[in-house]
């Protein structure tokens, strides 16, 4: 049996320069930011892609176990609904090989309202899954995604769910399904 890794981040790390002092002189707030945690959350790619350059560039200023985990773009998922993304999903994953072995897990964050549709969710997680050289995380937000149903969908697709906090019920609270990584939001209950 080998021991689990973990890893601790933030969403972004545009904190103030304070929160992450030292580090050589020059450093930038990912470089400064990278020498206290191995990992991040991108949250930006959520409203709009970076460009490739961007991406190199990240990827060559951090350390070299360094794993910046990517928030899917809510034009996939909030505004399609996971419905007839094939080019968005395509786009994304040329992109982020970019990262290369940097790149950490996708994040797949699921409106309130979109309840689960067991073929949609199927179909558009088999593609992510296949196109993307990471593991997939699904963050549900709609009561429907908390089933028996939901769990077995997701972990024969190998999708793991994210545990949050806050919690929309008791199981949101809990990671679940694929059993390959285990993914914590933490936003802090009011």
Request: with cysteine.
């Amino acid at each position: 049996m080998t021991a689990a890794r973990a890893r601790v981040g933030t969403a972004g790390w545009s904190l103030d320069r304070t929160a992450f002092p030292g580090g050589r002189a020059g450093a930038s707030g990912l470089e400064r930011y990278a020498e206290h945690f191995d990992t991040v959350e991108i949250n930006s790619t959520f409203y709009r892609l970076p460009r490739a350059a961007t991406l190199e560039r990240w990827r060559d200023s951090t350390p070299r176990n360094f794993e910046f985990a990517i928030k899917v773009p809510q034009a996939i998922t909030h505004e399609a609904g996971l419905v007839a993304v094939t080019r968005e999903v395509r786009e994304l994953c040329a992109l982020l090989a970019h990262l290369g072995s940097k790149l950490g897990p996708l994040l797949v964050q699921l409106p309130p309202s979109l309840e689960l549709e067991p073929r949609v969710a199927r179909r558009f997680f088999r593609q992510l899954c296949t196109l993307a050289p990471a593991p997939v995380v699904c963050e549900p937000r709609h009561q429907s995604w908390f089933s028996p149903r939901a769990e077995a969908l997701l972990q024969a697709l190998g999708v793991a769910r994210a545990g949050a906090d806050p919690a929309l019920c008791a199981a949101a609270a809990v990671p679940g399904a694929a059993s390959a990584i285990t993914y914590h939001r933490w936003h802090g209950s009011p």
